[in-house]
């Protein structure tokens, strides 16, 4: 694993804070400073749920664990977040599945195109209780020293273009932006589209330039960083429901008496309900601000071919995963 110099000085920096904290107090009742980076904006719900936590710990501590919260990729790009806190550089961050997996593989199975039958389906299957989350929580613990506090709804993923797709064939030779690793590549492939690994920090530029004509996002993302500006049409695939996995460096968790991990396990599952729940809830508002800031959204009444789409992305998903991720999807399937 090779992180960023540059990153790694910053990081390392922040972190100082956290560790004169962890420790100054000797035998006297400790107070922990912990940083949280994540890359998306601090008025998305995605960003806002960090500040919750931060918020809900602090209560249910009595104070004694503060976090400070870097939003906007000031830790660092996607990859570098997920490695910060497997090295402890960073305390805690959340991330997508398919970027855990380049640091433990088995996290990949999470974000397999159409795999939940519902919202509820998903929320079950991620919950750290669930069989399949605790088999995957013990070995990422095990391989990368983090382990997941909690994994809250994302939304579900749409295409967008800077022209209208209807069916496989219209997105041939076309460059869409995808998550740099194996099941979003594979995802974009699978539409029929030329899939360009693009970090999310670059993905604007890359959309105005015309590096890739395309990406793909949950409605709240594409609304949140006005890629309307950059891209005139959505089309509603819904190929990806997924989650995202709020981690924590496992020696910190270790660190804290039990009383501590209580009060923070108390907060990490009031955070993932309400989150989850507000970005569900506005969905179709979210929807319709898109439609009013001038973009197409095309969906099924409106000739887009779902079924095309849709299989051509599980082809390539049995062909290439699973071996891999077979006896995942059958836990996952039996989940109820």
């Known amino acids: 694993m090779v992180i960023n110099g540059k990153f790694r000085h910053f990081v390392a920096s922040v972190a100082t804070v956290a560790t004169c904290s962890l420790f100054a107090f000797g035998a006297q009742a400790q107070d922990y400073t912990l940083n949280y980076g994540h890359m998306n904006s601090p008025t998305s719900i995605t960003g806002l749920q960090a500040d919750w936590l931060a918020e809900e710990i602090a209560k249910n501590t009595n104070g004694a664990v503060k976090i400070d ?17 497997s090295t402890g550089a960073i305390a805690l961050s959340h991330n997508t599945a398919g ?29 750290i209780h669930s069989p399949v ?13 983090m382990r997941v506090l909690y994994a809250f709804y994302f939304g579900t993923r749409q295409l967008t273009a800077d022209r209208p797709v209807k069916t496989p064939a219209d997105l041939s030779g076309v460059k869409i932006r995808a998550i740099p690793s194996p099941v979003y590549l594979t995802a974009v492939e699978g539409l029929g589209a030329a899939p360009v690994p693009v970090d999310w920090s670059e993905v604007p530029t890359a959309l105005a330039t015309g590096i890739v004509q395309g990406q793909e996002n949950p409605v709240n993302v594409v609304l949140d960083h006005k890629l309307y500006d950059v891209q005139s049409h959505m089309m509603l695939t819904g190929h990806i429901s997924a989650a995202e996995i709020v981690v924590i460096n496992e020696d910190t968790w270790q660190s804290f008496p039990d009383d501590i991990k209580a009060g923070i396990e108390k907060a990490a599952e009031t955070v993932r ?20 800031a001038g973009m197409t959204v095309i969906g099924p009444d409106d000739g887009l071919d779902v079924a095309a789409f849709r299989s051509g992305v599980e082809k390539l998903v049995h062909e290439r995963f699973d071996e891999k991720y077979g006896a995942y999807y059958e836990k996952i399937a039996a989940v109820k």
């Open 69 to 85: 919260v870097y939003p906007s990729s000031q830790l660092g790009k996607i990859q570098e977040l997920a490695e910060g806190v």
């Open 99 to 127: 970027a855990l997996s380049s640091l433990y593989e088995d996290f990949g199975v999470l974000d397999t195109p159409y795999l939940y039958r519902d919202y509820d389906h998903l929320m079950k299957v991620v919950d």
């Open 133 to 145: 989350m605790e088999e995957l929580n013990n070995g990422l613990i095990e391989n990368t020293n």
């Open 273 to 292: 309900q309400k989150a989850s729940k507000m970005i569900l809830d506005q969905e179709s508002e979210e929807l319709q601000a898109l439609k009013d």
